[in-house]
């Protein structure tokens, strides 16, 4: 016997607290809702691999001054120094670090003129250890050999003749062709620059984390003649932070350069989404808070109810009520609240998610927060409302008689 | 119908034990309408809790309707109250929130009839006390001796065995309280037991027998009818 008519009829005649309460609930689904898919969605974002073996990987800036700072020896014999370590699996002069922040980027197109668009690429340029270095796996054609290695000076612009592109990118250059298929295809930079496609490695991501194109990459074979430059070195499990030190005092024994930054890649994934961790932990403290604080309204509510209809209460109680269908009627009271709350709700959460889409470029909300939200924010509603309709239970039928 | 025997009833506080009903023996037969007076404090209210199954006693014997009722538990007892017992209180008691035919149909669904079932109850019982063009009114929308009218209607609609009513006109002036009564008697004449608590003596005598309750104990029993026609 739910009573559900009179029950709204009731609520009807007393509407101000059920609406507050019912639009209060309406605002936190739509809140709450919307976080939590915010929170999946970076916690996603934050988690997405960056193809590298970040846990036993580092980098290392170097740079010269003076006229006479031999950049080409340096390089090479910092490199071979650095091969030479135990513990240290490869290591490889990189012009940028995936998922750092900071890198270059160019436009491939496979067709050569400005009129056609290009596809948007992260370029890092790597010997032929590049690929052992950044524990990348090679799934069609073949590595640079050393011999297509060639050296680019600071206003160097022309590219080298192959390339390296990851299978994201491949797909999205010829997205009707199998990534094996586009070994060997020509491909244009800077409009008209041919590169042909000589291997696809398995995934890289860009340096730029909020990069649509995250997983568009390529690797150019190409040493950098700069005065500055950055090498990348991967250790074997565990040997990391025993070996930052080392290569730090190995590179510092050249006294005609500094070394100014050495950071492990954990570092720097852990630099590159602090927004996203600080706005999962904000966003958390908001849910937290918001159903807190919409529990305390329902159980304010209910209990201003229950003690305003103690002798209702007793009258019921009089009447015939036992204590479950006391119990029975203000759960089913809040359901009719929680329930006009999460529609409204349901309603609200879209257009607050609108919102977010064209204010934050945040995807569309999957369909189903939308029950899911419902069914929680009336389960809180359930559990607010449980602790004053059980002490209703509790008035006495002898509260009938009492003329107070 | 109603037996209370040697009924003992304690309320404890930390300071004081009040003795509200000590030794309570009283019969009430089939077709009865008995009033029950006594002073303020006397136990008159606690006595018709008890009888209503409202409260618990703590020595003695209950039997309504053929039934013990002093061990059933409190979900035997809402349920018995129910569907044996009509309640009509001093305040009537209807709930502010709902229609005159929501209010009459608060026990009704306790007792878990079905719609038209409950409809058709409802109706009746709205008719026997003329206000059956008004169900859909709110008690606020009525008078003193409409509301307690429709009291009356919701204890009657479920066709109980005995009308329990605590002070019925106490709140009515004397010709809301004297069509009241007649009601009551009427209600009585087609068969249904009446306990009714009263201060009034002047009401009480209409009543077909008079219990005085003083300190707790049935202290004298009065038969109302034989009185009358030894008077008469």
Redesign the interface.
């Known amino acids: 016997m739910l009573e559900l008519g009179p029950i709204f009829r009731a609520l009807l005649r007393n509407k101000i607290g059920a609406i507050l309460i019912a639009v209060q609930i309406a605002f936190t689904m739509a809140i709450i809702v919307n976080a939590v898919f915010i929170i999946y969605d970076r916690s996603q974002q934050t988690k997405r691999p960056s193809g590298i073996d970040e846990a036993n990987t580092f980098y290392i800036n170097s740079s010269g001054f003076g006229d006479d700072f031999d950049i080409k020896g340096t390089i090479t014999r910092d490199l071979e120094a650095i091969r030479a370590l135990p513990g240290v699996i490869d290591a490889v002069q990189i012009n940028a670090i995936p998922i750092s922040g900071s890198g270059w980027s160019m436009g491939l197109q496979t067709e050569a003129g400005a009129e056609h668009d290009g596809q948007g690429v992260a370029v890092y340029m790597v010997d032929e250890h590049g690929i052992k270095a950044l524990d990348l796996e090679l799934l069609a054609g073949e590595n640079f050999a050393k011999s297509d290695i060639r050296w680019r000076g600071p206003a160097g612009s022309k590219w080298p003749a192959k390339v390296i592109v990851t299978e994201a990118m491949a797909k999205r250059l010829f997205p009707e062709l199998s990534y094996s298929e586009a070994v060997g295809k020509t491909v244009y930079i800077n409009n008209d620059e041919p590169m042909i496609i000589t291997g696809i490695i398995d995934k890289l991501q860009a340096p730029w984390v909020g990069w649509d194109n995250l997983d568009n990459a390529m690797l150019s074979p190409e040493k950098m003649e700069f005065q500055s430059t950055r090498y990348l070195i991967r250790t074997v499990p565990g040997m990391r932070d025993q070996l930052m030190k080392t290569v730090e005092e190995l590179l510092a024994e050249n006294k005609s350069r500094v070394i100014d930054g050495m950071r492990s890649i954990d570092y720097v994934r852990e630099r590159s989404y602090r927004g996203n961790t600080a706005m999962i932990k904000i966003l958390t403290t908001v849910i937290v808070t918001l159903t807190v604080v919409t529990s305390l309204g329902i159980v304010g509510l209910a209990s201003f109810s229950v003690n305003r209809r103690k002798k209702q209460i007793g009258i019921r109680r009089a009447l015939g009520a036992t204590k479950a269908s006391i119990l029975r009627y203000f759960m089913v009271e809040n359901f009719l609240i929680s329930a006009s709350g999460v529609v409204l709700g349901a309603a609200l959460t879209i257009a607050l998610n609108m919102l977010l889409v064209s204010a934050l470029s945040i995807p569309p909300l999957d369909w189903f927060y939308i029950p899911a939200g419902m069914l929680v924010l009336c389960l809180v509603g359930q559990a607010a409302v449980f602790g004053p309709a059980k002490k209703a239970t509790e008035i006495a039928p002898a509260t009938a008689t009492r003329t107070v | 119908m109603l037996t209370m025997t040697n009924v003992k009833k304690v309320f404890r506080t930390d300071l004081v034990e009040t003795h509200a009903l000590r030794d309570f023996n009283l019969q009430v037969d089939e077709g009865e309408f008995v009033a029950v007076t006594g002073p303020s404090g006397s136990g008159k209210?606690t006595f018709?809790?008890i009888a209503?199954?409202?409260?618990t006693f703590n020595e003695g014997t209950y039997q309504l309707d053929g039934e013990d009722v002093s061990h059933l538990n409190?979900?035997q007892r809402?349920?018995l109250?129910?569907?044996k017992i009509g309640?009509i209180?001093?305040?009537y008691?209807l709930?502010?929130?709902?229609?005159l035919f929501?209010n009459v149909?608060?026990?009704l669904?306790?007792?878990?009839f079905d719609a038209k079932e409950r409809k058709k109850r409802i109706e009746e019982s709205l008719d026997i006390v003329g206000l059956a063009n008004r169900m859909k009114h709110?008690p606020s929308q009525l008078s003193g001796g409409q509301q307690q009218r429709v009291a009356i209607a919701?204890a009657l609609a479920?066709n109980p065995r005995f009308l329990l009513a605590?002070e019925p006109t106490g709140n009515l002036d004397s010709a809301m309280a004297q069509s009241v009564m007649e009601l009551l008697k009427e209600i009585n004449k087609k068969g249904t037991t009446i306990v009714m608590v009263t201060h009034d003596p002047q009401l009480a005598t209409q009543a077909t027998r008079n219990i005085f309750v003083k300190d707790g104990q049935v202290s004298e029993i009065n038969d109302v009818v034989a009185m009358h026609v030894a008077n008469g």
């Open positions: 209210t018709l809790n209503g199954m409202l409260e409190d979900n809402s349920k109250r129910n569907e309640f209180f001093q305040s008691n709930i502010p929130d709902l229609s929501d149909d608060v026990p669904r306790y007792r878990g709110l919701r479920g605590d």
